[in-house]
């Protein structure tokens, strides 16, 4: 494949660039599990080292020039003593490594590391409510027609996918391994209606045209987010 080779790609040129200061490199997300649609997701990298100073930093920089030359995001770098310290304030991204990870170079650093979870529920709570924020926001800007809608749902929905998952380990729930299952069950849970935002996944499978996501179906998982969020502070308050 050719994700595979500008993976491997990569790897060697990280490993020529940093030598022993690399430690790990990760690919996680969508890409590491079985959720990957080449129209909408994206190869996310996580580089751990062992020092990240402006001179290592600088030696990294051609390396990373080229690879968001192809239109890949930009990898994300921690240093080893960050990894562990982060573990608490980072809850939902460092689980969602630990749960959708592939070791690309040296040691599998998240095989063992413990994720403290007492701010976990804290930071899904803030994190729901700011991207429901951001969805209002985007709209007032974005404009009301179905074409620019139907992109905001599309940009939005696997964060509030994400979300969603994350919802439910806060709830003491064992959530299931696809984003559809999760919306479903996350909603029977809160009592919000699911199906808008399975239609945007639906068209971001390919499975549904896009002209499927008209103003009717925003409004619909406008109220389903904003729902979710209501219900998940109310609950978790209680």
């Given at each position: ?19 022993n200061n ?9 890409a ?7 129209a ?10 062992e ?8 030696r ?5 020039q ?17 990894l562990?310290?982060a573990?608490?304030?980072?809850a ?10 592939r ?13 403290p979870?007492?701010?976990?529920r ?17 709209a007032?800007?974005?404009?009301a ?51 808008p ?20 179906t925003f ?10 969020a ?5 609950r978790?308050?209680?």
């Amino acid at each position: 494949m050719n994700r595979e080779k500008e993976l491997a790609g990569l790897v060697d040129e990280f490993q020529l660039a940093a030598g022993n200061n690399l430690k790990s490199l990760v690919l996680y997300g969508s890409a590491a599990g079985g959720e990957f649609h080449e129209a909408h997701s994206d190869l996310n990298i996580l580089g751990i080292f062992e020092r990240l100073d402006a001179a290592a930093l600088k030696r990294l920089h051609p390396v990373v020039q080229v690879w968001t030359g192809k239109g890949n995001p930009a990898p994300l770098l921690l240093t080893i003593s960050e990894l562990h310290s982060a573990a608490d304030v980072y809850a939902i991204e460092f689980l969602d490594i630990i749960a959708r990870r592939r070791t690309l170079s040296g040691e599998d650093l998240f095989a063992s590391l413990e994720v403290p979870m007492g701010l976990h529920r804290l930071q899904v709570e803030r994190e729901l409510r700011l991207n429901v924020l951001r969805l209002r926001q985007s709209a007032l800007v974005g404009g009301a027609g179905s074409a620019e809608l139907g992109k905001l749902m599309l940009d939005s929905v696997a964060a509030f996918c994400v979300l969603f998952r994350h919802a439910l380990i806060a709830l003491g729930e064992k959530p299931p391994d696809s984003r559809r299952e999760s919306c479903r069950r996350l909603a029977a849970l809160l009592g919000f209606d699911s199906a808008p935002l399975e239609v945007v996944l639906d068209v971001r499978e390919s499975k549904q045209p896009a002209n499927s996501l008209t103003a009717d179906t925003f409004a619909g998982y406008l109220a389903a987010v904003s729902g979710a969020a209501d219900e998940f502070d109310r609950r978790t308050a209680a």
